[in-house]
């Protein structure tokens, strides 16, 4: 038996605002839904993870999800919930980019099914560009009064900001190019819902409005709340930007990482909406972890299922041996397995010196290395003592004051890890 839609996403926790008679309307008989997709980079980020989960629920329903790619609308900057306008794309950045983000989102959407709900990708490109001004101004236009584009919110906020370049009519046109998205689908997907962020509630009811007085039609709307964290920092946001899905962008080990160390009230809230387990596994877990929070059973969970769901169950496995490396008892051994960029991105923010590998033919001893040629330490004689206190380790293996780094130390075959004690970590690379 299907599940029921909206009974699911309300008890995830991902239901802000539902237009009235959505879920009888569902219940009805299979329907169509989509979600707008920004284009603007080749990847998607975890930002966009929530509208990408609706979709899936939808489909699990036994629904069709259409994933909407907004090639056009990219081209002009959506204004809601930002200060500025969007940097415009060309035809084939974005073509790319759309190739890019069918990749992602088939982990989630299975777009080759034999049912009548397999997941459709569309670009809104394909039906804009030959649209010229004087039609959609005399065929759309004519249909919203300016008195009803000036009400929505994401209008207001613009027009009522700080910046002197207040709105262009290119922004302010905006959610009539949205709305038609929704009436095209309507015609051509038989597409009666649209769902998107709170911050889109403006745009998408500008859609059904198109819809009730163009095709004398009734479209739906159904938006899920904006993810905030906690403690009051961006959700999906790192000191070095966003958590993309892309592991060119974001590792998977980084990935892991950053759902691995969420808070336990945000866990409890993530694990609803970017997993698929189902309500008495998730329960069960709040309450295991309710009583040995110590464990942290939530963020492990959590971290495994989307970083599996996303990257693969292999790349979680080498997330899960990197973060051993750094945080539990590790071997020479569990270092060989990393690649490059994991081990760098293991021991990213550790001093680090680059030397000549020359230096290896020269009796290089554990001296040179932790102090005479690197500085680590501040003198020979530490080096000494802190050897002979036998709190030295090279690639987590203790050593004294005899032992030599040669070629046969080198980690993906330049790097060589140093441990004085639990907390003082080094890196020399030898190039």
Not at 4 to 24: A, K, N, S
Not at 144 to 151: A, D, G, K, R
Not at 311 to 335: I, N, P, R, W
Not at 397 to 421: A, H, P, Q, S
Request: net charge negative; hydrophobic share 35%.
């Amino acid at each position: 038996m299907k599940k029921d839609f909206i009974q699911e996403v309300t008890w995830r926790g991902m239901v802000h605002d539902l237009m009235p008679g959505t879920q009888e309307h569902l219940n009805e008989s299979s329907r169509a839904a989509y979600v707008g997709i920004d284009p603007t980079a080749d990847s998607l980020h975890i930002g966009h993870l929530v509208g990408v989960m609706m979709l899936r629920h939808f489909q699990l329903a036994g629904h069709r999800p259409v994933a909407l790619i907004g090639g056009a609308t990219g081209m002009i900057g959506d204004p809601s919930g930002k200060s500025q306008e969007r940097n415009l794309l060309d035809e084939e950045t974005l073509r790319h980019n759309q190739n890019a983000i069918k990749n992602q989102l088939s982990k989630f959407l299975d777009f080759n099914t034999s049912d009548d709900n397999s997941a459709q990708l569309v670009n809104n490109y394909d039906w804009m560009k030959e649209f010229s001004f004087l039609d959609f101004i005399r065929d759309v236009g004519k249909h919203i009064t300016v008195n009803y584009m000036m009400s929505k919110d994401s209008v207001k906020k613009r027009l009522s900001s700080e910046s002197k370049e207040g709105m262009s009519f290119t922004e302010f046109t905006y959610q009539l190019v949205q709305g038609y998205d929704f009436l095209h689908l309507f015609r051509t997907q038989h597409c009666t819902l649209q769902m998107g962020g709170s911050d889109q509630w403006g745009n998408i009811t500008t859609g059904t409005e198109l819809i009730r007085r163009i095709d004398q039609g009734k479209g739906f709307a159904l938006t899920c709340p904006l993810i905030t964290k906690a403690d009051g920092t961006k959700f999906g946001k790192t000191a070095s930007g966003n958590i993309w899905l892309d592991p060119a962008k974001t590792s998977p080990y980084k990935f892991y990482q950053y759902w691995i160390n969420t808070s336990d009230e945000d866990a409890e809230k993530f694990i609803k909406i970017f997993t698929f387990l189902s309500q008495d596994e998730i329960d069960s877990l709040i309450l295991s972890h309710s009583k040995e929070p110590h464990l942290r059973r939530l963020q492990n969970r959590l971290a495994d299922e989307i970083t599996a769901t996303v990257h693969s169950k292999e790349a979680l496995e080498k997330a899960k041996e990197a973060s051993k490396v750094l945080f539990g008892k590790s071997t020479e051994e569990d270092l060989a397995r990393l690649d490059e960029a994991t081990f760098l991105d293991v021991f990213e923010g550790v001093p680090l010196k680059e030397l000549s590998r020359d230096l290896l033919n020269t009796d290089f001893d554990m001296i040179a290395a932790l102090s005479a040629e690197t500085g680590f330490l501040k003198s020979n004689g530490e080096a000494r003592r802190a050897l002979k206190e036998n709190s030295i380790s090279v690639n987590k293996t203790k050593v004294n004051l005899d032992f030599k780094i040669t070629d046969k130390d080198l980690i993906n075959e330049r790097y060589v890890l140093i441990n004085k004690g639990k907390k003082n970590t080094y890196l020399i690379k030898f190039n």
